[in-house]
């Protein structure tokens, strides 16, 4: 075959309107079998797929912009799917409200901390104001950091990656610090995989059980309330 | 399942008009979640409609989540500049926030069933 054959069979392939999202399938699909063949938690879906679908975009040159509109058909669902996440939360609202004092204090404690932690650790090594107010809003979901950093001079997509990184982490860490500090409870793992890794973190307490996820997407919800309207009030307060 | 798509769609929709006009620093998925806890509480029951839906989406919330998660893409050369902060701070507050929650709770819950066995 001529090299202009192939040429333009990879032009069609990669200016077909179905590229974007046959990536995103197929970049998934793998990391699927990947996790499930070696069930090794640094090999998060998310985190596979994404470096799949960056290193393809790389290759072919198609810019962000480009591949985020045409993969908009997936990303949609991300809303719906979110609001979803109210039947988990209602199926174990017994448990829930039997514990209310105690996730409030969890949230507040725990919540505050790793905002304060991490812009202190953050300001101490030298990272300048906009990569800071794109830090804070770190531990709540992508759509709330990235209104919360927009609004307050930060970068919307540098705290989508903050949001990601953090909710890698936390999910890769979370077992073997959970079983350090001797965490067996699913209602307190799960609302420390909710409150520090949101959605990666709830996916992950899905897998761990029913209790467990219940608990994660009920941190997540709540610090996502918190650093929504709490940080934006801190925030202003510091900035002034 | 569609029934429960559309009813979860739907209630999205809400949330954004909300959002919109009232609630500017709430996003429309979160006050759609609200929404739809407030009506599974009026209710008293899930549905099997809604149940299939939400068990369907929230199953491939990780491949949802990929298209965002590329945009690593455009905002490299900032994370690049401040690498060894950025991470430092995310990763070190992590490992001290993580299982401070898991016990603080733990230990919480720990004392309300013992308050319950002492009754």
Redesign the interface.
Known sequence: MPAAFWQGLWTGLITHPLFAVALTLVAFQISLVVYRRTRWLLLQPVMVSTALVVAVLLASGIDYARFRAEAAPIALLLGPATVALAVPLYRNLGRIRQLFWPILVTLVVGGSLTVILTLLIAHLLGAELPVLVSMAPKSATMPIAMLVAEQWGGTASLAAVMVMITGVAGTAMGPWLYRLAGVHSPAARGLGYGINAHAVGTVRALEEGDECGAFAALGMSLMGILIAVVLPLGLALWLR | MLKG?TF??L??LC?SLISQTLLP??????I??????GW??VRGE?GEP??Q???G??Q????????????????GE??L??L???????????????????????A???R?DRARDER
Request: charged residues 5%.
């Open positions: 798509l979860l769609v209630l999205q949330g620093m709430l996003p429309g998925p979160i759609g979640l609200l929404l739809l806890l599974l509480l899930i809604l149940t839906a939400a068990n989406l929230l491939y919330l990780p491949l949802l989540l990929v298209v965002p998660a590329a945009g690593i893409l455009v905002s900032q994370l500049g401040d060894g902060a950025i991470l430092a701070a995310l990763l070190l507050s992590l490992l001290v926030t993580v299982p401070l929650c898991g016990w603080l709770m733990q919480m819950i720990r309300i």
